[in-house]
């Protein structure tokens, strides 16, 4: 087994075994009540497992010092930086029947969180957690403006396992750019869509799609009542993202 995998699940089952412990002992609500109690500790692995790119990136993130994450013995965890201090936990592990499970996206979450700020050059003090109807938001770190998000991420699983794929999403950003009568009809795509449409008033913004195999960059801008998405194949670096985002004041 890949060696970062192995880790990755080891982590996992240590958390997942606190935290059916503490089902046991504190049992929740609801149907919860009768499957808490005898709450078993073993991991259910869903979306074929866990595959090495995802692992890597999360333990780089997870492993650096000064932390870029914090986790908790049961597998709740927040992120660090000052745009993530009033937010979460957040819970990597949770309830399936009466066993446990991991939340997969996660993994790509705080990996993608993390090569942000550790390869490319992203401040954690302008990299926000969970905002808003995307995954991660970039901040434009000039005095000017400080609070644009200039990068817009979106985090998930794999790239089209599941009616809410990566691929899927995608499919419904590109098609909306570039025809407005396009109908999106899953409605967290239509959300995502309005907030980016709704940021390009302010300005270019790029959007990154990222999943186990894949890191997709956009540069999107406004065209009237249309958007263009340029895909690039450059990674979301710092310097370039804002080079590319200025507006005049």
């Known amino acids: 087994m890949n060696p970062d995998v192995l880790k990755v699940k080891e982590l996992l089952q240590t958390w997942g075994n606190v935290f059916a412990n503490e089902c046991r002992k504190n049992p929740g609500k609801g149907k919860y009540q009768k499957l808490d109690p005898v709450r078993r500790s073993e991991m259910r692995w869903a979306l074929g497992g866990l595959q090495p790119d995802e692992c890597k990136a999360f333990l780089n993130a997870y492993q650096v010092k000064p932390e870029i994450v914090r986790f908790n013995p049961n597998g709740s965890f927040t992120m660090t930086g000052k745009r993530n201090r009033e937010k979460g936990p957040y819970h990597i592990i949770g309830r399936y029947d009466d066993h446990i499970t991991k939340f997969a ?37 000039t005095e000017k403006s400080m609070e644009r998000a200039i990068l817009l991420v979106e985090a998930k699983a794999r790239v089209s396992a599941g009616g809410d794929s990566l ?31 709704s940021r ?18 956009y ?20 310097k370039n993202v804002l080079a590319q985002t200025q507006v005049d004041a």
């Open 219 to 238: 540069l999107t801008q406004k065209n009237g009542s249309q958007a263009r998405m340029e895909r690039l194949n450059s990674p979301p670096d710092y």
């Open 105 to 141: 996206e996660y993994l790509t979450h705080i990996g993608a969180f993390g090569e942000l700020v550790l390869n490319h050059g992203w401040l954690l003090e302008d990299v926000a957690f969970e905002k808003g109807e995307f995954d991660i938001l970039g901040y434009d770190n």
């Open 167 to 197: 691929e899927s999403l995608r499919y419904s950003l590109i098609n909306k750019a570039a025809d407005p009568s396009y109908e999106i009809t899953k409605p967290n795509h239509l959300r995502k869509w309005n907030e980016l449409f």
């Open 200 to 217: 390009l008033n302010s300005g270019p913004v790029y959007v990154w799609l990222a999943a186990s195999g894949a890191r997709w960059l």
